[in-house]
């Protein structure tokens, strides 16, 4: 049995004739109602004042039957309004309902109840995976899979998109490469890719605020395809003020070096631990700081597993690489505190003084004498360092020095 067309809806904003889009009013989803679907943003805000009062017939209805309850009615434009942020960005609902997958591309097992049953046991939690030629050779396949979508994401990331149409974008590029976009639904995560601008360190949800020129916007993606996790991310710069802002490049391309410069140590034998010496040392020769909350992880079948790779200094990780091993680096820099608070959406993570944050990550392989960066950049990828801007050429500092 077919479910109604998105196409023949109607617009439930009461001076509005147009057809619906598919923004719909997440009080009316939570009271269980239908036929909420609004045409736009706009439209749902100029109707918000009337729009209500359906929910309070349906919550009085309700109230008959049930315990009595408050029930909240967010405001599109603060739905926590005694919620204190650190910085500017504010989150812009609603979001548009879940994305689905057909049933034919194979699903993760928390693709239903939000619960990675298989990463929570033993094996998951404490057992290093080393994984033969041929699931290394899966490995290879959907982190190839994942750096095409992650670069068709990057060349939509432009000012005037929101991050829902990112979102949009990414589902389809992965149900096209037979991939499940492995955030849907881990731990209820409610999208496809997380997208993080700005003073977002990292989980940030696809919404409907629209990327303004002067941003930095990160896009981590993750597929799952044929059995296995393939993930990474990169920061990128949002028109050319942002690329034109000294602050935004020191934490943007000191984030990328970082990275790099992990890479450079992994090998048989090389530990764990040491990853977050070399991150942390050149983040503070840049002046920046270095989050302290979230890990690289291993992956291969399982999207998060051992090892736990931190990015600060004088970690405690236990372990070293071994070839076989899958895992990822995924440095998050910011250009003040390195504390974080996470938003009431259980998943934002903000820096703690709203000041500007960078992240990149790949998923790498451990060879016999080295690494290979299984999610490596493309000649044509999107992207890709930038100059700081203004930057002092050497001859500047003898002219300053001759100064007489
Ligand atoms: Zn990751
Ligand atoms: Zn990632």
Same mark, same amino acid.
């Not at 450079?264 to 942390?280: C, F, M, Q, S, T």
């Given at each position: 049995m077919a479910t109604e067309s998105p196409a023949k809806r109607k617009c439930a904003g009461g001076d509005c004739d147009k057809d619906a889009g598919t923004l719909q009013c997440p009080t009316c989803l939570k009271l269980g109602m239908k036929e909420s679907y609004f045409c736009s943003q706009d439209c749902f805000k100029r109707n918000w004042a009337t729009h209500k009062a359906v929910h309070k017939s349906q919550s009085?209805?309700? %109230?008959?039957?049930?315990? #009595?309850k408050v029930v909240s009615e967010p405001d599109p434009d603060n739905p926590w309004p005694n919620f204190s942020y650190t910085g500017?960005?504010?989150?812009?609902?609603?979001l548009t309902p879940r994305r689905d997958v057909p049933k034919s591309i194979p699903h993760p097992d928390y693709w239903r109840d939000g619960i990675p049953h298989s990463e929570q046991t033993f094996k998951g939690r404490t057992r290093i995976d080393i994984l033969d030629k041929k699931q290394q050779e899966g490995m290879r396949k959907v982190c190839r899979l994942a750096r095409e979508v992650l670069d068709i994401a990057a060349a939509a990331a432009v000012p005037g998109v929101t991050t829902d149409y990112i979102d949009e974008l990414v589902h389809k590029a992965c149900l096209e490469r037979d991939s499940y976009p492995s955030p849907l639904n881990y731990?209820?995560?409610?999208? %496809?890719?997380?997208?993080? #601008?700005?003073?977002?360190?990292?989980?940030g949800i696809p919404d409907q605020r629209v990327l303004v020129d002067g941003d930095i916007l990160n896009i981590d993606v993750t597929l799952y395809h044929g059995g296995f996790h393939g993930d990474l991310n990169e920061t990128y710069y949002i028109g050319?003020?942002?690329?034109?802002?000294?602050?935004?490049?020191?934490?943007v391309e000191t984030a990328r070096e970082c990275l790099d410069e992990a890479i450079k140590l992994v090998?048989?034998?090389?530990?764990?631990?040491?990853?977050?010496?070399?991150i942390e040392k050149h983040a503070k020769n840049k002046k920046c700081s270095v989050i302290r909350t979230y890990c690289g992880h291993g992956i291969n079948?399982?999207?998060?597993c051992s090892p736990s790779i931190p990015h600060y200094a004088k970690n405690k990780s236990v372990g070293a690489a071994k070839e076989g091993v899958c895992f990822t680096i995924e440095p998050m820099i910011a250009l003040g505190s390195y504390r974080d608070k996470t938003w009431p959406d259980d998943w934002t993570s903000v820096t703690i003084d709203g000041k500007r944050t960078a992240q990149f990550e790949?998923?790498?392989?451990?060879?016999?004498?080295?690494v290979e960066i299984l999610t490596a950049r493309l000649p044509n990828?999107?992207?890709g360092p930038v100059p700081m801007p203004g930057a002092v050429v050497e001859t500047n500092g003898e002219t300053n020095g001759a100064a007489h």
């Amino acid at each position: 049995m077919a479910t109604e067309s998105p196409a023949k809806r109607k617009c439930a904003g009461g001076d509005c004739d147009k057809d619906a889009g598919t923004l719909q009013c997440p009080t009316c989803l939570k009271l269980g109602m239908k036929e909420s679907y609004f045409c736009s943003q706009d439209c749902f805000k100029r109707n918000w004042a009337t729009h209500k009062a359906v929910h309070k017939s349906q919550s009085s209805f309700l %109230s008959n039957i049930l315990t #009595p309850k408050v029930v909240s009615e967010p405001d599109p434009d603060n739905p926590w309004p005694n919620f204190s942020y650190t910085g500017t960005l504010r989150p812009k609902y609603p979001l548009t309902p879940r994305r689905d997958v057909p049933k034919s591309i194979p699903h993760p097992d928390y693709w239903r109840d939000g619960i990675p049953h298989s990463e929570q046991t033993f094996k998951g939690r404490t057992r290093i995976d080393i994984l033969d030629k041929k699931q290394q050779e899966g490995m290879r396949k959907v982190c190839r899979l994942a750096r095409e979508v992650l670069d068709i994401a990057a060349a939509a990331a432009v000012p005037g998109v929101t991050t829902d149409y990112i979102d949009e974008l990414v589902h389809k590029a992965c149900l096209e490469r037979d991939s499940y976009p492995s955030p849907l639904n881990y731990g209820h995560f409610p999208k %496809s890719v997380c997208t993080s #601008p700005n003073e977002v360190i990292c989980h940030g949800i696809p919404d409907q605020r629209v990327l303004v020129d002067g941003d930095i916007l990160n896009i981590d993606v993750t597929l799952y395809h044929g059995g296995f996790h393939g993930d990474l991310n990169e920061t990128y710069y949002i028109g050319d003020k942002a690329k034109a802002d000294p602050e935004s490049v020191r934490v943007v391309e000191t984030a990328r070096e970082c990275l790099d410069e992990a890479i450079k140590l992994v090998k048989p034998g090389a530990l764990y631990r040491d990853y977050g010496n070399v991150i942390e040392k050149h983040a503070k020769n840049k002046k920046c700081s270095v989050i302290r909350t979230y890990c690289g992880h291993g992956i291969n079948s399982l999207f998060h597993c051992s090892p736990s790779i931190p990015h600060y200094a004088k970690n405690k990780s236990v372990g070293a690489a071994k070839e076989g091993v899958c895992f990822t680096i995924e440095p998050m820099i910011a250009l003040g505190s390195y504390r974080d608070k996470t938003w009431p959406d259980d998943w934002t993570s903000v820096t703690i003084d709203g000041k500007r944050t960078a992240q990149f990550e790949h998923t790498l392989l451990v060879t016999e004498d080295g690494v290979e960066i299984l999610t490596a950049r493309l000649p044509n990828s999107p992207g890709g360092p930038v100059p700081m801007p203004g930057a002092v050429v050497e001859t500047n500092g003898e002219t300053n020095g001759a100064a007489h």
